[in-house]
């Protein structure tokens, strides 16, 4: 029988390209608060998946869900996030700030949880989060961002720990800057892209489809002995610190 897959904020970006990989593997439920996105996704899946809409900090809602799946998932993939750009930490709106912890924390938390319940029970499952090169490396003027993927990471870990006693596997992928999404905007002209494409070591950005086989790998028995770790998919965009300041030649070194 083809197991269960959750996939949270399924309806754009990074998340919904993952739920059309996973589409010809599992049977789906996507999740997401905008209802149109989701039934488009849904479409492009194939196989009728089961859709939605709803607040992933909402447990009731998340509870309800559940239950109406018929099933236990053995994989969550959850993606749903938001962001708040522009504003430095100085100026930051607190509603904005906790609105971002409260989607990207407490909502990773709450499916996560509520999921890893039924495979307890089941005897088993994979959680994948989605956390980001932000958690190692801060951007300026995005408001909580950053500190969100970081407790996400840590949150991964705890988890994995404490789960792993009913068989649970839960893993992170940290994207780097990826041509999707939350990032798709900031190409906003031809340079622009050429200047995020520059930052990268590999000398581009990435692609969902990068993050959907990454995804796809931990979610996988090749992964049957992976947990509590975060697979950072960046180009090598968080080494590059020094970049500049190799090649100092033998004149140098004397």
Avoid at 15 to 34: E, F, P
Avoid at 111 to 129: D, E, K, L, P, Y
Wanted: glycine share 10%; aromatic share 4%; with cysteine.
């Amino acid at each position: 029988m083809t197991s269960l897959a959750v996939v949270t904020g399924a309806a754009n970006g990074i998340a919904s390209v993952v739920a059309r990989d996973l589409a010809g593997d599992h049977r789906l439920a996507l999740v997401d608060t905008d209802a149109d996105g989701l039934e488009r996704v849904a479409g492009a899946c194939g196989g009728e998946p089961e859709t939605f809409v709803l607040d992933v900090t909402d447990e009731s809602a998340v509870e309800a869900m559940l239950d109406r799946l018929g099933g236990t998932p053995r994989l969550l993939v959850h993606c749903a996030a938001i962001i708040r750009l522009g504003t430095p930490l100085l100026d930051v709106d607190l509603q904005d700030w906790e609105s971002v912890l409260r989607v990207n924390v407490t909502g990773t938390f709450v499916v996560a949880r509520s999921v890893a319940r039924r495979m307890a029970v089941a005897g088993g499952g994979a959680i994948v989060t989605i956390a980001s090169v932000n958690a190692f490396s801060p951007t300026t003027d995005s408001g909580s961002y950053s500190a969100s993927k970081a407790a996400v990471m840590s949150l991964t870990e705890q988890m994995a720990l404490e789960w792993a006693q009913h068989g649970v596997r839960v893993n992170a992928v940290a994207p780097g800057i990826i041509d999707a999404g939350m990032g798709a905007p900031l190409n906003v002209s031809p340079e622009a892209r050429r200047r995020r494409d520059a930052m990268v070591p590999l000398g581009k950005q990435g692609s969902p489809h990068d993050i959907a086989a990454a995804v796809r790998f931990l979610a996988s028995d090749a992964a049957a002995y992976v947990s509590g770790h975060t697979l950072v998919v960046d180009g090598a965009l968080t080494k590059s610190t020094m970049l500049g300041a190799a090649g100092r030649g033998r004149e140098v070194e004397r």
